[in-house]
């Protein structure tokens, strides 16, 4: 019997190392509240409003790494008001990607390239998630413009409970591996800012007010 007990328990043990573990979400960002308004200068009423950001986690899951931003409030309708838009930039193994994030979209052409003309007459009133990459900066009439071209439109969401907006990246879309190493952005991803609410000028214009920034300042190696 104890012969059976022992061998049913080394069994038990071989299976328990055989099930990969789940990876917690690291946090890679924290910001103060309050801040947020202009350029980070506290104004009453924008954190209500869901502009106050206050961290954000990366965990990886399944073929995919989460991406969770924290804020100090969220509206009860789960989206902040449209006229603004939420940006992370992220670092691949030194490759720098960027995610836009809108509480709505009316789907319409890159400004500056003409590209993304896929999305024409496309709506998306619930929330909006792009990955760009390859990020580049010109010169268009009086605006100094960034041009980030799309590589995929992601999975995502406001949770106005757990006041935090996620959404998902494709491990193939930004060319993660176990042991890549997901640190802040650089270039012209970063140009507007790290991590921030900004509002819209010309869609992807530097002439933009931003109204909570933040900088990642932690990194996350993915698991196996």
Not at 55 to 74: Q, S, Y
Not at 94 to 114: E, I, L, M
Not at 181 to 188: E, R
């Amino acid at each position: 019997m104890r012969k059976l007990l022992a061998i049913a328990l080394t069994g038990g043990l071989l299976v328990g190392m055989l099930v990969p573990a789940q990876a917690k979400p690291a946090q890679v960002f924290e910001d103060i509240a309050g801040d947020a308004g202009n350029q980070d200068s506290g104004v009453p009423g924008f954190d209500q409003l869901g502009f106050d950001l206050i961290g954000g986690t990366i965990e990886r899951k399944g073929a995919n790494l989460d991406f969770t931003v924290l804020h100090a409030a969220m509206p009860p309708v789960n989206q902040p008001p449209e006229k603004v838009r939420f940006m992370w930039g992220f670092a691949v193994d030194g490759t720098s990607y960027r995610v836009t994030v809108k509480s709505a979209d009316v789907g319409k052409p890159n400004p500056v390239a003409q590209s993304d003309t896929d999305r024409i007459g496309k709506v998306d009133p619930q929330g909006f998630f792009r990955l760009e990459g390859d990020c580049g900066s010109q010169v268009v009439g009086a605006l100094q413009a960034v041009h980030c071209p799309t590589i995929g439109y992601l999975t995502g969401a406001f949770d106005a409970a757990a006041k935090t907006i996620s959404f998902s990246v494709p491990l193939k879309l930004i060319k993660a591996k176990p042991g890549s190493v997901i640190s802040g952005g650089g270039g012209d991803a970063v140009s507007i800012c790290a991590i921030c609410w900004t509002t819209h000028v010309g869609e992807r214009s530097l002439n933009t007010t931003n109204i909570d920034s933040a900088a990642q300042s932690g990194t996350y190696k993915i698991p196996k």
